[in-house]
């Protein structure tokens, strides 16, 4: 039983002093996106008690967070993948994004050159709910509304 208490003691005296030791804050350069994001990752090390790597990214000088990243680099930094995304991965991908909006610029052409109206927006509240006769028989007779 002392020698439990004492590994645990020495435990903690052992990692408050890790604590004072110049931390690693410079990451490996894992590549750049076609916005200007470098991402970089500080690696995995079980000897130290580090069990996942530590993934971040720096935008570009004056975009300060303000663009999404691709969804590739974004499953990258939140371990949904192990490895980086390829250069080729990502053209291919952007390359289907783009094809998609044209996609549907076209259709949107074609259906108003056909007579189709914009899309009309649903009112809010309850008057935009279904009325069926069937549920509200009650309420033309002398019987008050369920509600």
Partial sequence: MSGQSRNVYWMV????INSF???RIRGNDMGKDYI?????EIPADPSEGKRKPTRWYNPPKGQDFQDPIPAEWEA????????PPTEEEITKNLAIAQMKKINAAKIEAK???????LPTIPEKGHQSFP???DYHAGESQNEPPNK
Wanted: cysteine-free; charged content about 30%; hydrophobic content about 30%.
């Fill in 13 to 16: 005296v052992r990692n408050f």
């Fill in 21 to 23: 030791k110049p931390r």
């Fill in 36 to 40: 200007g994001n470098s991402y970089f």
């Fill in 76 to 83: 990258w930094l939140r371990m949904r993948r192990q490895e």
């Fill in 111 to 117: 259906r108003l050159a056909e007579g189709g109206s």
């Fill in 131 to 133: 009325i069926y006769p």
